[in-house]
Every structure is written in structure tokens, then in C-alpha cells.
């Protein structure tokens, strides 16, 4: 058979394969929402709490003004050279440590790794590393449903900062508490870093990216503050946050559509290439968190930084074959290589071009999230929840009930 041929009848495979999946979407779109599965109930209003939306405001409006200190002279080249320095750890104690290790489990680490990246993780100030791990777990056991913290249907602000500045939905309080963490408990750094973490926070996070261009560069301390700790903690901060919100929402599913998140340069060049988030949670178990190490991913080559010096073993990575399979059986057809026309031409771009993600707006429809009980994988493809389905049905119906008193005690 010739190539031409070829390349036409994987094309009709994959086209016969898309519209199979898209059929099963509209199955499951029609799923009524039972303790059986989860999904999004819009008619549930997430409270505010004043005092988070405040707090937030406030770092964002020092963010800024450091961010103007930084623009216009205010501190030494030094200094805005350390802030960069301390930004980048930082990251990489989150997308790294947070993310690939201690979440996903994606590599093995040596003691002296595990106490490195969470020192990293701590400079970041984004909470313990037991308390980002487990609301992590969740998002990709609950994605985009109820029973994920930062569920993407509930819009852009939402799944951004507006989670962190509302009370928990009763789901993600209940599922919370059943999320497999024994790996987590049975680490002692972990469990230190957790039962010290504010003076471990303010320490590392506060006080010596503040106190280094105070004492070695000459800095007045206000200045210092307003730069170090609160414009690179509001940048880093929203760097974090887009995984959760851009690259959810804008962008194309080349390895399955049945998936809310997106490939995303933008977010992978905000960091460190996290961004690359429809093949992250189709493989979560892969150390690149992408299809390829190559291409703006830096934390993929950082990890292999950390296995060439000896702290890091075991990486694990989907084969090619494995990766093909699934853009063929549950793509949108947008991949670069295969892909289809039609699914290429459905994506509207702007922005540099790119031939891994080609656009942030597509026309295809995002996908409406309905799942089991037993939710998503973390860890591996094989990996559900290990507890009876009746028992997190009752955990459910139990969730359900106490957000009907809630709205009944507030009404
Ligand atoms: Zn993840
Ligand atoms: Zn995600």
C-alpha cells in the first residue's frame, strides 16, 4: 500500500475514532448527577471569605508596587538578579517537588533530594507541601467537577484565585479526607515541614530573600520587601495559578477530548513547562509532564539534572507507542503529527504559532466533566480509588446533604 493510502486510512481511523468519543460525550453530557457520579452543580454558590478576598487584594496591590520599584530604578541590578534567582528555585520546588514528586510521584528520590525540594517548595510560600499535594490529588482524582478545589466550569476567576478566597465546596471536604495521603504521613520531612511550616514560611520565604539585598547590596529594607518577597510571590503566585485556569480552558486536547485541560505554550512558558496540561493529566505518572522533555519544559530537564548528579532515580515516562495509541483512540485531532486537517482547522490561532499548540482559542467544545465515584487516575493508568463504590457514593450523598443545610441555614 502506498503512503498516500496510508495516511488516508489513519486519518478516517482517527476520524471514525473521534466521532465514537464524541458520542460517548453526549452519553455522558445526559448522565443525571447521583451519588453514582460527580459533576458540576451550578446551582450551588460558593461563600466568600472576606478576609482571604482582602489578604489577596493587599499582596496583589504590594505585588504591584514592588513591581514599579523594580521598573523604575528603585533597586540595584544585584538585587533584581537575587529576586529572579529566588523565583526560579521556587518554581522548581513547585513544579518539581510539588507537582512531579511528591504529587505524582513521577521519579524516585534520594533523602537530600526530597529535603532540597522541600526547602524549594517552602521559598514559594504556596502552603505545606501535605496541603498542595493533597488539593493536587484531588484536582486530578475530581477534575472540573465539584469535587475538585479549583473546578474549572466555574469560570476563569474562579479556578484562578477566586477558589482560595471561597469556602470549600462540601465535596472537596469530604473527598479531601478520603484522598490517599499515607505516603505523604509516613514521610517525616513532610510531616515537619508541615508542623513548622509558618516559621519555616516566614523564615525562608520572608525574611531572607528580604534580609540578603539589605545586608549585601546596599538596599533600603522596604524596598527589598516590596521586590523580593511580594512582587516575585505575586508573580510566581499567578505563574502557579494559570495550570489551573488557562491551561483548563484555553488551548486544544491532541491526547484525549475527553479531558477539560489544554496544551498550552503561554502557561508552559510561565512555568517551566507545566503548561503542556491535556497530555499531564492523560499521563500523569510522566516526569516531562509533556510529550516531549525538549520544548519549554525546563522542569523535565531539571529532573534529569537530578538523575545525572545522583539525586533522582526511577523516571517514569509513557512509551511512544502507548502516547500514539491514545491521540488515535481519544485526540481531538489536533496533534502535530497525528492529527487530522479538518481538527487543525477548527482551531483558531494567534500568537506565535506553535506545532504542539497551535492556538489558545479552538472551536472545539470543551468537554462536560461527569465522572465515577471512583474518579481519575494520579499515579497510573490502572490506579482507581481503592475503597467499595457504595462507601463513596454514601460520601457523596452525605456532601450533597450538608451543602442543602448549609443553603438552608443561610437562606
Ligand atoms: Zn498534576
Ligand atoms: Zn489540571
Given at each position: ?153 466555574r469560570g476563569f476567576f474562579f479556578c484562578h484565585i477566586g477558589w ?99 496544551e498550552s505554550w503561554f502557561v508552559s512558558f510561565m512555568t517551566l ?120 457514593s454514601k460520601t457523596i450523598d452525605a456532601a450533597r446533604n450538608a ?9
Amino acid at each position: 500500500m502506498s503512503t498516500l493510502e496510508n495516511n488516508v486510512n489513519d486519518m478516517e481511523e482517527v476520524q471514525d475514532k473521534n466521532k465514537e468519543v464524541q458520542d460517548k460525550n453526549k452519553e455522558v453530557q445526559t448522565m443525571p448527577l447521583t451519588a453514582k457520579n460527580i459533576g458540576t452543580d451550578y446551582s450551588y454558590k460558593h461563600q466568600l471569605v472576606w478576609p482571604n478576598a482582602i489578604g489577596f487584594l493587599t499582596i496583589h496591590l504590594l505585588g504591584l508596587w514592588g513591581l514599579k520599584v523594580l521598573l523604575t530604578g528603585g533597586v540595584g541590578i544585584k538585587t533584581i538578579l537575587w529576586t529572579f534567582f529566588v523565583m526560579y528555585i521556587a518554581a522548581e520546588g513547585i513544579t518539581t517537588g510539588a507537582h512531579r514528586y511528591f504529587t505524582h510521584r513521577t521519579f524516585k528520590a534520594t533523602p537530600l533530594c526530597r529535603a532540597i525540594l522541600l526547602t524549594l517548595q517552602t521559598l514559594a510560600g504556596q502552603n505545606s507541601m501535605f496541603v498542595w499535594c493533597r488539593d493536587h490529588r484531588l484536582h486530578h482524582r475530581y477534575s472540573d467537577t465539584d469535587g475538585d478545589p479549583h473546578n474549572c466550569k466555574r469560570g476563569f476567576f474562579f479556578c484562578h484565585i477566586g477558589w482560595l478566597m471561597h469556602k470549600k465546596h462540601p465535596l472537596v471536604l469530604e473527598l479531601g479526607r478520603k484522598i490517599d495521603m499515607s505516603d505523604m504521613q509516613a514521610d517525616w520531612m513532610v510531616m515537619f515541614q508541615k508542623k513548622y511550616y509558618l516559621y519555616l514560611y516566614f523564615s525562608l520565604s520572608v525574611f531572607i530573600p528580604t534580609l540578603i539585598p539589605v545586608r549585601y547590596f546596599g538596599e533600603h529594607w522596604l524596598d527589598s520587601l516590596l521586590v523580593c518577597y511580594f512582587f516575585r510571590y505575586v508573580f510566581s503566585l499567578n505563574g502557579t495559578w494559570l495550570v489551573n485556569s488557562a491551561a483548563h480552558l484555553y488551548g486544544t486536547r491532541p491526547y484525549d477530548q475527553n479531558l477539560q485541560p489544554v496544551e498550552s505554550w503561554f502557561v508552559s512558558f510561565m512555568t517551566l513547562g507545566e503548561g503542556w496540561h491535556n497530555y499531564h493529566h492523560a499521563f500523569p505518572w510522566d516526569y516531562k509532564a509533556a510529550e516531549l522533555s525538549t520544548l519549554i519544559n525546563h522542569s523535565a530537564t531539571f529532573i534529569q539534572f537530578l538523575e545525572k548528579i545522583g539525586l533522582a532515580y526511577d523516571l517514569k515516562t509513557a512509551s511512544p507507542e502507548v502516547v500514539a495509541n491514545r491521540i488515535i483512540r481519544t485526540g481531538d485531532g489536533s496533534h502535530y503529527k497525528l492529527g487530522n486537517e479538518e481538527a487543525r482547522a477548527a482551531v483558531t490561532a494567534w500568537g506565535p504559532l506553535h506545532p504542539l499548540n497551535p492556538t489558545y482559542t479552538t472551536t472545539l467544545k470543551p468537554p462536560d466533566a461527569t465522572l465515577k465515584p471512583d474518579g481519575l487516575t494520579i499515579f497510573h493508568e490502572d490506579d482507581v480509588l481503592k475503597t467499595n463504590e457504595s462507601n463513596t457514593s454514601k460520601t457523596i450523598d452525605a456532601a450533597r446533604n450538608a451543602k442543602h443545610q448549609i443553603k438552608l441555614l443561610s437562606s
